[in-house]
């Protein structure tokens, strides 16, 4: 059980990632008043069901804020040089100030060079050389959405957290590393818990702060966690159930509030946070772009 005995309060990733639109909002006006207008481009290869659902939801809050998008739909067929070729188009349009490449792409295009074709002060999803490096030594880079969404989460929720012990689980380059390093510049003593850890739930039950990014549903249950634990759920994931389908995330979302003191549910935890920081990072690409 959880210090209070009492379950943990959902940390509300729909209400905190409206508080970023609407700094987005303010964002934008100022921009307008200096005649800059950010616009997104957003690439889609071919027609994943799930790639097609998230393109359509970042276009959607993108116009709302006022950020325009320009959405690039390109058949399954394309080859990596028409990819890497729009790229250099986007790239040398300065009207275009953020370009996200939405993954997977199909096997035979080499995701690696596709990254490193985006210029760096334009990629948003920060997940080029220039910029991972940037974030390791703390310089003023744009870092990756979903990890920068959950520590504006973990903020909100426990205010400072120097000192505090944060396990990662998972050690993905979209998330796992660069949270890890984000954890780290917040002075959190951080770990990092993947595939090859010896006992898994030991570590994890060290933590002050427990970030799940596996892609493993409902791995992390209450026998994984110290009483009173902030825990953030980066897992969408889909399972079957008797009535049909349900969305759930890395951590048994049942079992882990019993004892964590707060806990971000699936759907409407770290979700909204990912679109939010992208819409801000297109911000950010528009306010680097003006010193170069
Ligand atoms: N596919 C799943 N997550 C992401 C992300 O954060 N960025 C991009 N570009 N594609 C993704």
């Not at 790239?91 to 096997?107: M, T």
């Not at 110290?226 to 048994?252: Q, S």
Request: proline residues 6%; charged residues 20%; glycine residues 8%.
């Amino acid at each position: 059980m959880n210090s209070s005995l009492a379950p943990a309060r959902d940390i509300d990733g729909k209400a905190i990632a409206a508080q970023v639109l609407n700094e987005v909002r303010d964002e934008i006006a100022e921009l307008a008043r200096q005649a800059l207008f950010p616009a997104l481009a957003v690439i889609l290869v071919g027609d994943d069901p799930a790639s097609q659902v998230y393109v359509r939801n970042k276009l959607l809050r993108a116009e709302e804020v006022g950020i325009r998008s320009l959405e690039h739909r390109l058949p399954e067929s394309t080859s990596q040089a028409e990819l890497l070729q729009l790229i250099a188009e986007l790239n040398a349009d300065p009207a275009v100030n953020g370009i996200l490449v939405q993954l997977p792409l199909p096997a035979y295009i080499e995701e690696h060079a596709v990254i490193q074709a985006i210029d760096p002060l334009k990629d948003v999803d920060g997940f080029h050389r220039e910029n991972v490096g940037g974030l390791v030594h703390g310089a003023e880079v744009l870092t990756p959405c979903t990890p920068s969404g959950c520590m504006r989460l973990l903020q909100e929720t426990c205010g400072d957290l120097r000192g505090k012990h944060a396990v990662v689980i998972g050690r993905s380059n979209i998330v796992g590393k660069p949270m890890a390093t984000l954890l780290l510049q917040a002075d959190c003593s951080v770990s990092v818990v993947h595939s090859r850890s010896v006992d898994a739930p030991a570590l994890c039950r060290l933590a002050d702060i427990v970030v799940a990014a596996v892609g493993r549903p409902q791995l992390i249950d209450a026998s994984w966690l110290k009483p009173g634990a902030v825990v953030i759920d980066v897992g969408i994931n889909r399972i079957e159930t008797e009535t049909g389908t349900r969305l759930v995330g890395d951590v048994d979302y049942a079992s882990a509030r019993t004892v964590a003191s707060a806990i971000t549910p699936v759907p409407g935890g770290v979700g909204p946070m990912t679109i939010a920081y992208l819409l801000k990072n297109t911000v950010i690409a528009t306010q680097l772009q003006q010193s170069r």
